[in-house]
């Protein structure tokens, strides 16, 4: 084996080799925008306070607002051996205007310069995710709303239990869903807050104005204690925790859906686009989209468990394992808004088979709690009207036929307590007999979805 002479090892050959390990700079680009924003205002905050002159904060400014345009346009230079954005920007800066552009780190560090621009930069991403968010919320209180007379049979362990309206089935997805806007929207508040002017951790000794800086950058509240500003990343870990939600329960949705397209359920068409073929067997239509997006969680989930980690025994205040603070959450939320985008998109032209929705739920015993309350009305005791129709309905099931084809005078060779009333009960009664708080009658379900547009209207 070669013989490796690691004496020629300096600390500046280690950067030049090692350069990418400490590099941050190709996950920061993506927050060019918001450092520079960081640094106009600061700048101004430096000027108010009398710490550089009028002419200095102009020309600051304007040679920050040219550099943004430059890497807008792909024409900025990046220095691969300098660590980070904010240093690349720095160095640029000095390079058109000197050693003014020293003058613009007075009293910050990087250390809530770079908490500063992430905060930033997800509150952004939130607000478009959110956009999307309430979009794709629509989009199932409309498709609710369209298929509102619509039976399916509903599931317990994947067994049919008990028919439903699918709109009240769709508005469970609503339901579980709307809290994942709640805790997006509560993330956005947690985001809000500014951590500049707390120096590397300890403060800064200059007057800086906290206030006019948060005004500038659109902040409601400033950070009230400058080790934590720069130590604690449990916003990102709200973040991360909101985004695994919401894929875990699009996962479950898309899981169903993928269920649902089969030739055995053929509960639903999904629109051609979001299938694709398969490059041997001609006849398929893959649910391919779907089936990302329950792929897709898994990264979500990793990135949250991979934050917690990192911070998981870091000591107060900065240290460097910190600058993994915002790769995965980045991705995450980046995919999350494309899920969202592709669910809204396919949520509008989904059809349902209301046929084979309805047949599938009058091919069983599905009735059989129906048919135990009936009998618990008329005053036994519910446990032995269970009793009564679990025997019957085993009976049915091993002679291979259904609670549906009972006649009257089976009924009352069942229980005399049956009465020709009875006969009413079909899954239609079944389903607006549940007329309670949340049920899935007619009236119950119009009312969730009331509520539902309200909810939205008032987001
Ligand atoms: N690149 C660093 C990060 O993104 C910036 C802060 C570095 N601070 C320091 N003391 N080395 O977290």
Same mark, same amino acid.
């Given at each position: 084996?070669?013989?490796?002479?690691?004496?020629?090892?300096?600390?500046?050959?280690?950067?030049?080799?090692?350069?990418?390990?400490?590099?941050?700079?190709?996950?920061?680009?993506?927050?060019?925008?918001?450092?520079?924003?960081?640094?106009?205002?600061?700048?101004?905050?430096?000027?108010?306070?009398?710490?550089?002159?009028?002419?200095?904060?102009?020309?600051?400014?304007?040679?920050?607002?040219?550099?943004?345009?430059?890497?807008?346009?792909?024409?900025?230079?990046?220095?691969?051996?300098?660590?980070?954005?904010?240093?690349?920007?720095?160095?640029?800066?000095?390079?058109?205007?000197?050693?003014?552009?020293?003058?613009?780190?007075?009293?910050?560090?990087?250390?809530?310069?770079?908490?500063?621009?992430?905060?930033?930069?997800?509150?952004?991403?939130?607000?478009?995710?959110?956009?999307?968010?309430?979009?794709?919320?629509?989009?199932?209180?409309?498709?609710?709303?369209?298929?509102?007379?619509?039976?399916?049979?509903?599931?317990?362990?994947?067994?049919?239990?008990?028919?439903?309206?699918?709109?009240?089935?769709?508005?469970?997805?609503?339901?579980?869903?709307?809290?994942?806007?709640?805790?997006?929207?509560?993330?956005?508040?947690?985001?809000?807050?500014?951590?500049?002017?707390?120096?590397?951790?300890?403060?800064?000794?200059?007057?800086?104005?906290?206030?006019?800086?948060?005004?500038?950058?659109?902040?409601?509240?400033?950070?009230?204690?400058?080790?934590?500003?720069?130590?604690? /990343? #449990?916003?990102?870990? !709200?973040?991360?925790?909101?985004?695994? =939600? @919401?894929?875990?329960? *699009?996962?479950? $949705?898309?899981?169903?859906?993928?269920?649902?397209?089969?030739?055995?359920?053929?509960?639903?068409?999904?629109?051609?686009?979001?299938?694709?073929?398969?490059?041997?067997?001609?006849?398929?239509?893959?649910?391919?989209?779907?089936?990302?997006?329950?792929?897709?969680?898994?990264?979500?989930?990793?990135?949250?468990?991979?934050?917690?980690?990192?911070?998981?025994?870091?000591?107060?205040?900065?240290? /460097? #394992?910190?600058?993994? !603070?915002?790769?995965?959450?980045?991705? =995450? @939320?980046?995919?999350? *808004?494309?899920? $969202?985008?592709?669910?809204?998109?396919?949520?509008?032209?989904?059809?349902?088979?209301?046929?084979?929705?309805?047949?599938?739920?009058?091919?069983?015993?599905?009735?059989?709690?129906?048919?135990?309350?009936?009998?618990?009305?008329?005053?036994?005791?519910?446990?032995?009207?269970?009793?009564?129709?679990?025997?019957?309905?085993?009976?049915?099931?091993?002679?291979?036929?259904?609670?549906?084809?009972?006649?009257?005078?089976?009924?009352?060779?069942?229980?005399?307590?049956?009465?020709?009333?009875?006969?009413?009960?079909?899954?239609?009664?079944?389903?607006?007999?549940?007329?309670?708080?949340?049920?899935?009658?007619?009236?119950?379900?119009?009312?969730?979805?009331?509520?539902?547009?309200?909810?939205?209207?008032?987001?």
């Amino acid at each position: 084996m070669k013989k490796v002479n690691n004496n020629k090892t300096s600390s500046v050959q280690g950067r030049e080799i090692f350069g990418d390990f400490t590099s941050s700079f190709i996950t920061d680009i993506r927050m060019y925008k918001e450092d520079i924003l960081v640094s106009i205002a600061y700048s101004k905050m430096l000027n108010k306070v009398g710490l550089i002159t009028s002419d200095e904060n102009n020309s600051i400014v304007t040679a920050l607002e040219e550099i943004s345009i430059e890497i807008q346009s792909n024409k900025f230079k990046w220095d691969p051996s300098l660590e980070d954005i904010h240093l690349n920007i720095e160095k640029s800066l000095y390079d058109k205007i000197g050693d003014t552009a020293g003058k613009l780190h007075f009293g910050r560090s990087r250390n809530d310069q770079v908490a500063t621009d992430v905060r930033l930069y997800f509150m952004n991403k939130i607000s478009l995710l959110s956009k999307e968010f309430k979009d794709f919320l629509l989009a199932i209180v409309s498709l609710a709303e369209k298929n509102l007379s619509v039976i399916m049979p509903g599931y317990t362990h994947l067994q049919k239990g008990q028919p439903v309206l699918l709109s009240h089935y769709l508005m469970a997805y609503f339901s579980i869903l709307s809290r994942d806007l709640e805790r997006l929207e509560s993330c956005y508040e947690n985001m809000n807050v500014m951590p500049l002017g707390s120096g590397a951790f300890a403060g800064v000794t200059i007057p800086v104005d906290r206030k006019f800086l948060a005004k500038e950058l659109g902040f409601k509240n400033i950070s009230n204690n400058s080790i934590d500003t720069v130590s604690s /990343r #449990d916003h990102i870990l !709200d973040l991360l925790y909101s985004l695994s =939600s @919401i894929m875990i329960n *699009t996962s479950r $949705i898309c899981e169903e859906f993928i269920i649902w397209s089969t030739d055995e359920f053929d509960f639903i068409n999904l629109p051609e686009k979001f299938t694709t073929g398969s490059s041997i067997m001609p006849q398929k239509r893959n649910p391919d989209y779907l089936e990302l997006v329950r792929g897709k969680t898994g990264s979500s989930i990793g990135n949250m468990i991979s934050l917690m980690t990192t911070l998981k025994g870091l000591p107060f205040t900065y240290n /460097r #394992d910190l600058q993994e !603070d915002r790769e995965g959450a980045m991705n =995450s @939320i980046d995919s999350v *808004t494309k899920t $969202i985008v592709v669910l809204k998109s396919m949520f509008l032209d989904i059809t349902f088979n209301e046929e084979k929705m309805f047949s599938s739920s009058i091919e069983s015993n599905i009735l059989a709690t129906d048919l135990a309350d009936y009998l618990a009305f008329k005053k036994i005791p519910f446990r032995e009207a269970y009793e009564i129709i679990k025997n019957v309905s085993n009976k049915l099931s091993d002679e291979k036929k259904s609670i549906n084809d009972l006649k009257l005078e089976d009924f009352k060779k069942i229980s005399d307590l049956f009465d020709e009333d009875v006969m009413k009960i079909n899954v239609n009664y079944s389903v607006e007999k549940r007329n309670s708080y949340g049920g899935t009658s007619t009236n119950s379900v119009e009312d969730q979805i009331d509520l539902a547009k309200k909810y939205l209207n008032s987001k």
